[in-house]
């Protein structure tokens, strides 16, 4: 069972705003970073955000990552069919001598 | 631009070891700024970290306690590459695995390899 938890689903239309969630459990720190992937079928993942709301150099501007606490957020604005993909989360791990965790992913549908 | 490329057998039998190797081209295995990761992906378990290797003035290596006492990652200085051994292989170690950077500064697996899809079975 994973310490980070998301949605199993998402949707939204094109033009649209979405929200994803990740959810940590006590084991993960709050004080620790959350980065974001995402993947789209048949590839590797591709990171999206990394230290909570860092974007990497070419990730557009409509993918943005939040965090408070113990929740994370991935939110992407102008949805564009080419968004569809699988979206997942990960964080350290403090408890079992330490670890690096996957949330078990979002799959986002653009209607 | 760094470049990680997969290879390694698709079928492995029960019980036998799991042997995957990672070539580096654009970095270095020995970078004091990187750390070097496996992952593996299915359907049951989703992604799960397996372990890395890193060199800060020596060598280090940490694995998930769930696979430690059956993991091995060892980099090759020689042909600038990583490998991931797994001992004792169940059909429930059938994943697609991948190999992936960590660079300091935040870059959390900022390059993949092309993944490699490994099955466990006679």
């Known amino acids: 069972q994973s310490v980070l938890t998301q949605p199993p689903s998402a949707s939204g239309t094109p033009g649209q705003r979405v929200t994803i969630s990740c959810s940590g459990s006590s084991s993960y720190s709050r004080s620790d970073y959350v980065y974001w992937y995402q993947q789209l079928p048949g590839t590797a993942p591709k990171l999206l955000i990394y230290r909570n709301n860092q974007r990497p150099s070419g990730v557009p501007d409509r993918f943005s990552g939040s965090k408070s606490g113990t929740s994370a957020s991935l939110a992407i604005s102008g949805l564009r069919s080419e968004d569809e993909a699988d979206y997942y989360c990960a964080a350290w791990d403090d408890s079992l001598s330490g670890a690096w965790v996957f949330g078990g992913g979002t799959k986002l549908t653009v209607l | 631009q760094v470049q990680l490329q997969q290879s390694g057998p698709g079928l492995v039998k029960p019980s036998q070891t799991l042997s995957l190797t990672c070539a580096i081209s654009g970095d270095s295995v020995s970078s004091n700024s990187a750390a070097w990761h496996w992952i593996r992906q299915s359907p049951s378990r989703g992604l799960e970290w397996l372990g890395r290797?890193?060199?800060?003035?020596?060598?280090?290596?940490d694995y998930a306690v769930s696979m430690k006492s059956r993991i091995t990652i060892n980099p090759d200085t020689s042909k600038n590459q990583f490998s991931l051994q797994l001992n004792s292989v169940t059909p429930e170690d059938t994943a697609v695995y991948f190999c992936?950077?960590?660079?300091?500064?935040?870059?959390?697996?900022?390059?993949w390899g092309q993944g490699t899809l490994v099955t466990v079975s006679s």
């Open positions: 992936a950077r960590d660079l300091t500064g935040g870059y959390l697996f900022d390059y």
């Open positions: 290797t890193y060199y800060r003035s020596k060598w280090y290596n």
